[in-house]
Nanobody, 125 residues
Framework: QVQLVESGGGLVQAGGSLRLFCAAS????????MGWFRQAPGKEREFVAV????????SYADSVKGRFTISRDNAKNTVYLQMNSLKPEDTAVYYC??????????????????WGQGTQVTVSS
């Protein structure tokens, strides 16, 4: 069983920055592919970013590319999402997710086995 706990969300003005944290349980965290997804009101959950087990490979949604950075610290069982130049359309609940069976990174939410409870990010204009 893997538990994921997100934090770092909040209210920020457009153009501002936030850093999200996802703390994971599990002795084999360093083998998990970790992803961030988000869900805005009235919309389906969508992919944001993913990082490989080593941190060497990443992938981003086009809407956040160049503004968001995903990273991880395997010694701390933590994955991060640095969000810069935030826009009102980034407003959503952000979820981290773990793919514990992965051999490769995936942007498909159905490939992920465990999910956190989410953290709210609100960007005001």
């Amino acid at each position: 069983q893997v538990q994921l706990v997100e934090s770092g969300g909040g209210l920020v003005q457009a153009g501002g920055s936030l850093r999200l944290f996802c703390a994971a349980s599990g002795r084999t965290f360093s083998s998990y592919v970790m992803g961030w997804f988000r869900q805005a009101p009235g919309k389906e959950r969508e992919f944001v970013a993913v990082v490989s087990w080593s941190g060497a490979r990443t992938s981003y949604a086009d809407s956040v590319k160049g503004r968001f950075t995903i990273s991880r610290d395997n010694a701390k069982n933590t994955v991060y999402l640095q969000m810069n130049s935030l826009k009102p359309e980034d407003t959503a609940v952000y979820y981290c997710a773990a793919d514990v069976r992965a051999g490769k990174i995936s942007i498909d939410q159905y490939e992920y086995d465990y999910w956190g409870q989410g953290t709210q990010v609100t960007v005001s204009s």
